[in-house]
């Protein structure tokens, strides 16, 4: 009985997190023969490494802490008569034939002949190439996270981190909690990434967030002895006299997760760009199914977000997995949480979640964030899109219009309307507002492309005809553009219109110059530098298969995990090429080094 | 016929090293396409080895001839490939195959290649990491080796570009034009392209190929899997193969080592899939022939495809029903250890009509009328 549950599940749960966690406990209360399988020695996920109490609802334990939240879901699925789970195991692989699964205790791989695959695995952290990042003492935050608050290991006294989103900033809290000295948090964009809420908290413990700064390079020999940081210009490069040494031995990369795609890529679905989800992600339905019949995914593997959406998530999944498999219909359920779905993703802070699935065609409603496609049949026109959405004294856009189209009204601190009637789309409004949150828009400019005009305040002015690099709301990169024409302003905002591909016209609002000054390792296993790659690039190796084969980034023991985003990333903005156009490095199996000793035939195999 | 227009189809060692011949024989006006990127076939995904003991004659002056020019690669090029020359050592571990053993080393010494035949204790003292339990005999031939397939099929892309032929990835032909048995142009999503010659180098899919020019080859496209482990020094020299035991290993210079099998089930088609049990039965295969491998970790399997013809061995020269189309393919898993005699021998017969090293004749397709002559040196 329990050999047959082990190798013949009627549902195969890849990951123990929230998402994982969630589904087992649904498809066990319908009767249905479940394994989970988790890599770690305890289950939880990344909830196990939380100390902080979550927001949210109820329904999904809001308030507790995370650590508590994972006690109550493994204390749930420890009680399923029905789920069996396996720590300590690790999938190497969804092969044709089976899934490939390592028993780390064994040292033995054995196969799996699932019905459904549900894959929560989550995601792994981004990495940076700067000198010196093969140096002991660089870590990621969830590294340190899990060292910390799992094992009570602090591995170092003096902190740097990397990075102020919720990870980085939540980390320096626990950190100071811990007893370390965080001797600062750099983020190179001019604004604090994660909850303000989170900052707060972390300003007031005395921790300084840098804004406009970056790591430039780690000092040490044999490890982590310091830090150099330095302010940064328009373009993100550092300015050489502002570098400064801090004495640090460890240095933390909180620089955000990328989706763990590794295994669903391999089973074949399909996966497609999303930057506002964290790069590739599987392609999938409202129900989380991919492109392959009978494989589902839930939580951040889904798209980077959060415990509560990954639980609902893991359980909307198994819910439908139960209806097929038991021929019942839950659709009332399904809906109630979709419903809760859909009233957690409403918010301000859930916009670039919103705007990541529209990419997939599954639209959520927001509350408060306007949208220009409010501006149905007005495609072909030249027309100003008002991104203000917070109530604030202000009113150049109404004063300063010579039609009279914008209105702000009685009260000073109403957002302003439009009347696309009237608007003769000049552009006046967006040179005069301060806040530079008005954008020029034409969706149907030429072919499928769209215009778009950009207030700019940098020196120096890109010329008509110049490909520069186009930037999301959050400073990524996400195609290049050509510079259609530059109006040049008094005031010195000037407005730069570009040209770029009409998908991206409600994501580009940003414009730099290409440039890069790179140094460093790209790939720490096969010993690649920026300075290889770039070189390759110029000899013609434009397309990342042709590049990886070329320097052998990717082919190391880690797989690509680190290396593959950085290489494509470099294409992108060496060549131009959005991440859109270009393809992830193909995944294959296993996904972490597997001695051959436990592939070998033996007792239980016949080989 | 320099100044004929010649399209090129396929982007791999084979299409490369056509294009890189016919340049450096003056030939003006080449133009290769391949439909996904450099090396993204056959070439990319294959073991690397570079072999002369085959049990067909045909074969072994083909890889001759290659092993010559493999020597003279990087001083001809100006790329180093990783080439290296530790030897093939071949075990044989039944009667019948240590006979068929002998009988090809008769063949291949009168061909001028020196090969030894070693007993299992000659084995055991040369390669003392080898278990000998069940071999027979061996046969070994110290100018065999391997190379970097990557960078081979980027040498020969790269140096055919300076010599100005246009080469275009990502771009598919998707028809090719015909009138009364020649070929006059082909159309790809960059446009039409008036053609003189057109040759068939398209690996896994010279079957499609030479049909869409109104022509037949009777070639089929298998899966081979192949593995790597992480690196490790250097220290096995000679690429170690056996056809009864069905496996090849070799150590790359840069220390992994590289391995794969046949599977005798496997079906014609485009599979790029893994399957565990490749994984599980090499395992345990070359843990027994390579104990030091037990240790030892796997970091990535893949899949490529054997363009395999009746005889295996490969198909090059001139169509026999359209007249200005030439075919390289049905290489049978060996392609790129001959690609650099074949793009030497098929760029002579097309710009000169005669070839100077090699007799394609053997090569010819209408070799499959007559009696054949299998090769059955295969994994």
Redesign the interface.
């Known amino acids: 009985m329990k050999m047959e549950h082990i190798e013949r599940p009627e549902l195969l749960i890849i990951g123990g997190g929230p998402a994982g966690l969630s589904a087992a406990i649904v498809a066990s209360n319908h009767g249905v023969r479940t394994l989970l399988v988790d890599e770690g020695v305890k289950l939880g996920g990344q909830l196990v490494k939380q100390t902080h109490k979550f927001f949210g609802d109820e329904e999904f334990y809001a308030s507790k802490r995370g650590f508590e939240i994972a006690d109550i879901l493994v204390d749930e699925v420890k009680r399923s008569p029905n789920v069996l789970t396996l720590t300590q195991t690790s999938v190497i692989?969804i092969?044709?034939?089976?899934?490939?699964v390592y028993d780390r205790t064994k040292e033995k791989?054995f196969?799996i002949l699932p019905g459904y695959i549900l894959v929560a695995a989550g995601a792994s952290e981004r990495f940076l190439s700067f000198p010196g990042n093969d140096l002991p003492g660089i870590y990621g935050a969830g590294a340190v996270q899990t060292l910390v608050n799992q094992y009570g290991v602090l591995p170092g006294k003096r902190f740097l981190i990397v990075g102020s989103g919720n990870i980085g900033l939540i980390l320096a809290y626990q950190l100071y909690q811990a007893g370390a000295d965080v001797v600062a948090i750099v983020e190179i964009t001019d604004r604090i990434g994660g909850y303000e809420v989170h900052a707060a908290k972390v300003k007031r413990l005395g921790i300084p967030v840098l804004t406009n700064h970056t790591l430039v390079r780690a000092i040490g020999q044999e490890r982590v002895r310091g830090a150099v940081i330095a302010k940064v210009d328009e373009h993100y490069s550092p300015i050489p006299s502002t570098e400064r040494e801090l004495v640090v031995d460890v240095i933390c990369l909180a620089v955000g997760l990328v989706p763990s795609v590794e295994l669903v890529m391999?089973a074949?679905a399909e996966l497609i760009y999303v930057n506002e989800l964290g790069g590739y992600v599987p392609r999938r339905d409202f129900r989380m199914r991919t492109t392959v019949d009978n494989l589902f995914v839930a939580g951040d593997l889904a798209g980077i977000e959060e415990a509560t959406t990954a639980m609902i998530e893991g359980k909307i999944a198994a819910l439908t997995i139960v209806e097929e498999l038991r021929n019942l219909d839950l659709s009332e359920e399904i809906e109630r949480l979709q419903k809760k779905l859909s009233i957690f993703r409403s918010g301000p802070t859930s916009e670039k979640v919103r705007r990541g699935l529209e990419k997939m065609g599954i639209h959520y409603e927001g509350v408060s964030f306007q949208n220009v496609k409010q501006t149905p049949g007005l495609e072909h026109k030249l027309k100003p899109v008002i991104e203000c959405f917070q109530p604030i004294p202000c009113n150049p856009c109404e004063t300063s219009c010579p039609t009279g189209a914008i209105v702000v009204g009685d009260n000073i601190n109403n957002p302003p309307k439009i009347d696309y009637e009237k608007c003769t789309g000049c552009g006046i409004c967006a040179i005069s507002c301060p806040g530079l949150a008005i954008f020029m828009i034409q969706e149907d400019y030429t072919g499928n492309r769209s215009l778009i005009g950009v207030p700019y305040e940098f020196l120096p002015l890109p010329q008509k005809g110049d490909v520069v690099l186009a930037l999301d709301r959050d400073g990524n990169i996400v195609s290049n553009a050509v510079v259609e024409k530059v109006i040049k302003s008094k005031n010195l905002t000037n407005l730069v219109y570009i040209s770029i591909d009409r998908d991206l016209a409600h994501s580009v609002r940003q414009i730099v110059m290409p440039e890069s000054k790179p140094a460093s390792y790209v790939c720490r296993c096969e010993d690649v530098t920026v300075e290889d790659v770039m070189r390759a690039i110029d000899?013609?190796?434009t397309?990342y298969?042709?590049l990886r084969?070329?320097l052998?980034i990717g082919?190391?023991?880690c797989?690509g995990r680190t290396c593959s985003s950085l290489a494509l990333n470099l294409l992108t903005r060496k060549t131009g090429r959005s991440p859109y156009e270009l393809r992830p490095q193909i995944s294959?199996?296993?996904i972490f080094?597997?001695?051959?000793?436990s592939?070998?035939?033996g007792e239980e195999?016949e080989? | 016929m320099r100044d004929k227009s010649i399209v090129i189809i396929g982007g791999g060692i084979i299409g490369a090293s056509i294009a890189y011949h016919l340049a450096i024989m003056g030939a003006k006006n080449v133009v290769l396409f391949e439909k996904n990127?450099?090396?993204?076939g056959a070439t990319?995904r294959c073991g690397g080895g570079i072999r002369q003991q085959w049990s067909a004659r045909g074969n072994v002056r083909l890889a001759m001839r290659s092993v010559r020019k493999f020597e003279t690669f990087k001083q001809e090029l100006g790329w180093d490939i990783e080439y290296r020359q530790g030897g093939y050592l071949l075990l044989a571990y039944t009667e019948e195959e240590a006979e068929s053993f002998e009988n090809n080393v008769k063949m291949q010494r009168e061909e001028g290649l020196h090969v030894e035949i070693l007993t299992p204790e000659s084995i055991k003292r040369r390669f003392p990491y080898v278990n000998t339990t069940g071999v027979l005999l061996g046969t070994f031939c110290p100018t065999d080796g391997h190379a970097n397939p990557?960078?081979a099929n980027?040498a020969y892309i790269?140096r055919a570009?300076e010599l100005g032929v246009e080469v275009y990835?990502?771009t598919e032909v998707t028809v090719v034009e015909t009138s009364s048995n020649r070929v006059t142009g082909i159309q790809t999503k960059r446009g039409y392209l008036k053609c003189d010659v057109l040759v068939n180098a398209s690996g896994a899919w010279s079957k499609d190929v030479a049909n869409m020019a109104g022509s037949d080859l009777p070639t089929e496209s298998y899966r081979h899997q192949i593995l790597?482990?992480?690196p490790v020094e250097n220290f096995m020299t000679p690429l170690i193969m056996s056809f009864s035991k069905n496996f090849y290993i070799r150590q790359t210079l840069?220390g992994s080592f590289l391995m794969g099998q046949g599977d005798p089930d496997e079906k014609p088609g485009i599979?790029y899939?893994?399957?565990?049990?490749f994984?599980?039965?090499i395992?345990?295969?070359?843990?027994t022939v390579l104990p030091f491998?037990?240790?030892?970790?796997?970091?990535?399997?893949?899949s490529g495809h054997y363009n395999m013809s009746p005889d295996a061995q490969p198909i090059i020269g001139r169509d026999r029903n359209v007249e200005n189309l030439f075919h390289a393919v049905g290489f049978s898993g060996h392609g790129f250890m001959l690609a650099p005699a074949v793009g030497e021998a098929l760029a002579e017969m097309i710009l000169t009509g005669k070839t100077s090293h090699i007799d394609l004749s053997d090569f010819d397709m209408n070799r499959f009328e007559r009696k054949l002559v299998k090769e059955k040196n295969v994994v």
């Not at chain 1, 092969?95 to 490939?100: F, L, Q």
């Not at chain 1, 080094?593 to 000793?597: L, S, T, Y």
């Not at chain 2, 491998?293 to 893949?302: A, G, K, P, Q, T």
């Open positions: 692989g092969y044709e034939d089976a899934v490939g791989v196969s391999q074949g000899a013609g190796f397309d298969e042709e084969r070329y052998r082919m190391g023991p797989g294959r199996p296993p080094p597997v001695p051959f000793a592939l070998k035939g195999d080989g | 990127y450099v090396s993204s990319g990557h960078l980027f790269q570009r990835t990502h790597v482990t992480e840069h599979n899939r893994t399957t565990l049990r994984e599980k039965e395992a345990t295969k070359l843990t491998l037990r240790n030892m970790r796997i970091v990535r399997h893949w």
